[in-house]
């Protein structure tokens, strides 16, 4: 008997998410098994204390097969397209690499640091946006903009070079993108990288690159090149379209549900529960993948060892056991121990700086461009399709 | 007052535990990891280390019961 299929967004259905039999899933008895866009059949886990289970127990559910193998037909072969790829391996290894990360990402006087970086970029941003004809096309040209100046200064790849990451991405985001045209895709980036690894070993800088040589280089097990080039290619690639869809995307569900933008530009200093509750409600419609690795089992459903689990985010942050309202979107609301950045190990690297960046960004356009309107309605909108990053493909905005 | 602990060796350094209570954790400036600056911190400190438990993505923290002669 074949197996129902995985329900996967469809914003034309449900602008924001999560389809609508997420909410029978949500609350049945047993888990329900489906199949997946890649082929894979999986176990379907759709309510918050579940996918919290999952993503907060790396011991027994691996992310090895890859996190959207689900749904990226990239990593259907039986190896990685991306090879050494940190986001593939669990435990100390994984670990290791994470405390690498933090010092430079998610320490509060590093990120005190970054702050007025996010504020020029965005006062800039909005700058010129308030100088362009409209209707102005807003998330090419100003949440993808600002995102991207964002990690690329971090990481301190030029201007003339950004295309590169963005190439990537795509490639590496896009669900129909096959293994080798993964691999062809990242190459550019990757030798990019290596050159500019070399290029920061010989003389350093003040960029997040250079401070990761300098900061393993007394460690016991220094950093290789390979190790850096994937560590800086996750930081551009994974750090611009999420955060600069996410804006994109939230702003849609800001002046779409009656009352919230009003209540935001009344008070901009809403701005960091407003960017909370944006991932919360509208973070990972697509949902992660998890292998368990030995025979175990999710709310009394017994799972074999080797068997594949999606967690279905942001239907998870959906459960009334979160909020009592959770189907609500309240700007006002703190959304507390949602799982739109993830949970466990694995959960979002970049997460305080897609913080400042959101926070920072709603900020300044409340503040400074009250009167902002969608030149569409929303069932004229085109969304991404074929990706597994969520929002507009494009949102022509006036004011 | 109520009793905090933490296991390093499982800490990814996030840093949601020093935005929701920096007066009883920090990270340690080389690695990010977590450093508990006050292991024993006052009951008015409850919620923002409950708060810290329950949002910390490594499950890193704990808030260990009162022990036997105190309560
Ligand atoms: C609103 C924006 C963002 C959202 C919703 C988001 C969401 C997520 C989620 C859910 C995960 C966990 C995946 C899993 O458990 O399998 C993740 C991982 C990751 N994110 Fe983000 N992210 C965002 C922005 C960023 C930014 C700005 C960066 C970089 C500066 C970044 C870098 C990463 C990396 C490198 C990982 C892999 C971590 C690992 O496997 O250990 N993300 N993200
Ligand atoms: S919240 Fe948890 S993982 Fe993050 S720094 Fe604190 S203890 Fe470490």
């Known amino acids: 008997m074949s197996l129902p299929a995985l329900p996967l967004p469809d914003e034309d259905r449900q602008p924001f998410g999560p389809p609508p039999e997420y909410a029978a899933l949500r609350t049945a008895p047993r888990l329900t098994r489906v199949t ?13 204390a579940g996918v919290r289970e999952v993503l907060g127990d790396g011991r027994r559910f691996s992310t090895r097969p890859g996190q959207a193998a689900h749904v990226l037909a990239a990593f259907r072969g039986p190896d990685s397209p991306v090879e050494g790829g940190f986001s593939q391996l669990d435990g100390p290894e994984h670990i ?92 550019p980036l990757w030798a990019y990288l290596y050159e500019l690894v070399a290029t920061r070993r010989a003389r350093p800088g003040d960029d997040v690159l250079s ?42 569900c800001l002046l779409n549900t ?77 959304p507390g121990a949602h799982l739109g950045f993830g949970h466990g190990a694995h959960a979002c690297v970049g997460q305080q700086i897609a913080r400042i960046e959101l926070t920072t960004v709603l900020r300044a356009l409340a503040e400074r461009v009250p009167t902002l309107r969608i030149e569409v309605p929303l069932h004229e909108i085109e969304w991404k399709r074929d990706s597994v990053v969520r929002g507009p493909a494009e949102l022509p905005v006036a004011w | ?48 280390v409950e708060q810290a438990v329950d949002r910390c993505p490594a499950a890193v923290i704990r808030l260990l019961p009162e022990p036997a002669d105190r309560v």
Request: aromatic residues 4%; charged residues 20%.
């Open chain 1, 258 to 334: 009656p009352g919230q933008w009003a209540k935001l530009c009344a008070r901009p200093e809403l701005a960091a529960s407003a960017a909370e509750e944006l991932v919360r409600y509208l973070g990972v419609g697509i949902g992660l993948l998890r292998q368990a690795t030995e025979d175990t089992a999710i709310h009394g459903q017994p799972i074999r060892a080797g068997d594949y689990v999606v967690v279905a985010v942001q239907s998870g942050n959906r459960d009334t056991a979160l909020h009592p309202d959770a189907d609500r979107f309240d700007v006002t609301r703190r």
């Open chain 1, 96 to 187: 290791r690499i994470r405390r690498n990360f933090a010092p430079q990402v998610s320490n509060p006087r590093r990120l005190a640091e970054l702050q007025p970086l996010v504020e020029q970029i965005t006062d800039e941003a909005v700058t010129r946006m308030l100088g362009s004809p409209q209707p102005f096309p807003l998330h090419s040209q100003f949440s993808t903009a600002i995102t991207t100046a964002v990690i690329a200064e971090l990481i301190g790849v030029p201007p003339d070079r950004r295309h590169l990451l963005h190439e990537a991405a795509t490639a590496l985001f896009t669900t129909s993108t096959t293994p080798d045209g993964l691999r062809r895709a990242l190459e």
């Open chain 2, 1 to 48: 007052m109520i009793r905090v602990a933490t296991d390093r060796d499982r800490c990814i350094g996030s840093g949601m535990c020093v935005l929701i209570a920096p007066a009883v954790f920090d990270q340690d400036p080389d690695d990010a990891v977590v450093v508990l600056l006050d292991e024993s911190p006052p009951e008015t400190a409850r919620p923002a």
């Open chain 1, 36 to 48: 997946c866009p890649t082929g894979l059949d999986a176990w379907l886990v759709s309510d918050y």
């Open chain 1, 211 to 252: 401070r990761m040589i300098e900061h393993s280089a007394d460690s016991e097990r220094p950093l290789t090149d390979a190790e850096l080039t994937q560590m800086n290619g996750a930081l551009l690639i994974a750090g611009f379209d999420t955060t600069a869809s996410m804006l994109t995307y939230g702003l849609v």
